[in-house]
């Protein structure tokens, strides 16, 4: 027969695999809004430039006008033979106004065409995660200023070490999440130049007005080399980079709620809106949310080093293998989307147990700096040395079994004659958090400061 050699275990025929191989409307269906505004922008130009004739571009502009309520009404046909979001619009165009839908790809190609829609397709993604970043921040800010002097343990390796507040923890989020924002801003600044008319790598002979395309479609100029505009995804690279960070950020504080969820450490309560229970054990009460936040990171960094590994060594200019740039793109900024909603959901509707917090940011010695600090300030004692005797009184009060704050005071003057009963002034957590008052700082005044600066900039 004329099958292939190797055709016994293939059930296609070679055509058959390579469209199988090579079609991309499943996914890049979702640059049809971008693809519809780069084609009317295009056309529009074409006809002011006298390349296209007016009732050519009204044509034109009435069948992509047809194309576009098809596509909201849900009766646009994608089709795999048309291999992908371009070529379905094209095709479609052509069935609706006839052969003068051939003129709209004068002075384009698709090179061109798919760099600029998945640019604008990323812009918009940015955007909207940045509205996302900062309706997250709202929540947390929210939630610090109520609880600006809620105390709670601030630890270091996962140990007690000082006391803070939770408005004090929470805003330390607003700050990673502010930076966060400001890189998808700062990659948005970077990729809002427009990669049409560059064509399929040199440019156009036709007279184009790539100012007048680029301004159409929002962007703040032209890309300046045409090979350079349809063979990177840097752009992509980089949000992607931006998503990644803001994922690390979101999974460290979905960890944390995961931590304070469990019973031995009862820091906050979730309603059932983030919870689940399970089908066995009924006095569970899970953090699922946090949980999958948590691990949506590995998402985001996956797409990451997909597209990374997709581009590099690629020689210039356009190879099919940046149409694989399009899923992970998608599934990273889905999964982003999903992770800053869960994330705020449950910001908002987590309450703490302020009474455990408080108790647990007395607990393990947490002042036992404060005391060594007194005696530095108190009795002008180095701190090396203050450190050994608050050291010392640490070990009497493991061994008494007892707290710091009710060590008695003879025991204290045994470590160190000039000790007075002032010093148990300093040694309750309350008194701890609210010294803390260098700008920045865990008192509850800076942290209100904090709170209100945050506010302005976010207004
Ligand atoms: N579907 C293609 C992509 O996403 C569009 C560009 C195709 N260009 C080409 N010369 N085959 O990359």
């Not at 529009?44 to 004739?53: E, F, H, W, Y």
């Not at 003129?103 to 918009?124: G, I, K, P």
């Not at 949310?289 to 590099?312: I, N, Y």
Request: glycine share 6%; hydrophobic share 45%.
């Amino acid at each position: 027969s004329g099958q292939a050699m190797w055709g016994g275990r293939f059930s296609a025929k070679p055509a058959e695999l390579m469209q199988a191989i090579n079609v991309s409307i499943g996914f890049d269906k979702r640059l049809a809004p971008q693809d519809l505004a780069g084609s009317r922008a295009h056309a529009a130009m074409l006809r002011k430039q006298g390349v296209i004739t007016s009732a050519d571009e009204q044509q034109i502009q009435g069948g992509l006008q047809a194309i576009e309520a098809e596509m909201a009404a849900g009766t646009f046909p994608y089709r795999d033979e048309f291999e992908d979001i371009h070529m379905n619009v094209e095709a479609r165009l052509r069935e609706l106004i006839g052969p003068v839908a051939g003129r709209l790809h004068t002075a384009r190609s698709r090179n061109d065409q798919v760099a600029v829609d998945f640019r604008l397709w990323v812009r918009d993604a940015c955007d909207r995660t940045i509205a996302q970043l900062r309706a997250l921040q709202q929540a947390l800010i929210l939630k610090a200023e109520a609880h600006a002097e809620t105390l709670m343990p601030g630890f270091t390796h996962l140990q007690p070490a000082q006391p803070v507040t939770f408005g004090h923890h929470l805003m330390a989020y607003v700050e990673m999440f502010g930076r966060d924002a400001g890189r998808f801003s700062d990659a948005r600044r970077r990729m809002n130049e427009s990669p049409l008319g560059a064509a399929a790598l040199a440019g156009s002979p036709f007279p184009i007005d790539r100012d007048a395309t680029a301004r159409a479609l929002g962007f703040d100029r032209p890309t300046a080399n045409s090979l350079d505009s349809v063979s990177d995804r840097d752009f992509a690279l980089e949000a992607l980079a931006a998503a990644t960070l803001a994922g690390i950020h979101l999974s460290r504080l979905a960890e944390e709620i995961v931590i304070w969820m469990t019973p031995q450490f009862g820091f906050i309560k979730l309603t059932d809106a983030f919870t689940t229970g399970s089908s066995i054990m009924p006095q569970k009460k899970n953090p699922d949310a946090a949980e999958l936040v948590r691990a949506k990171v590995g998402r985001l960094l996956g797409s990451f080093t997909q597209l990374a590994v997709v581009m590099k060594g690629l020689p210039l200019a356009y190879s099919k293998d940046m149409q694989e740039d399009k899923v992970p793109t998608f599934d990273a900024f889905d999964a982003l989307e999903l992770s800053l909603a869960a994330m705020a959901g449950m910001v908002a509707d987590m309450e703490p147990v302020s009474a455990r917090m408080a108790a647990a940011a007395g607990a393990g010695y947490s002042t036992a700096t404060d005391l060594a600090d007194w005696l530095v300030r108190t009795l002008d004692m180095p701190f090396r040395d203050a450190h050994h005797v608050t050291g010392a009184a640490v070990k009497r009060a493991e061994q008494l079994n007892c707290d710091l704050s009710d060590l008695p005071l003879k025991e204290l003057q045994a470590l160190s004659q000039g000790i007075t009963a002032e010093v148990y002034d300093v040694l309750t957590p309350r008194a701890s958090a609210g010294s803390r008052k260098s700008y920045g700082g865990a008192a509850p005044d800076q942290v209100r400061a904090q709170v209100a600066r945050w506010k302005d900039m976010l207004k």
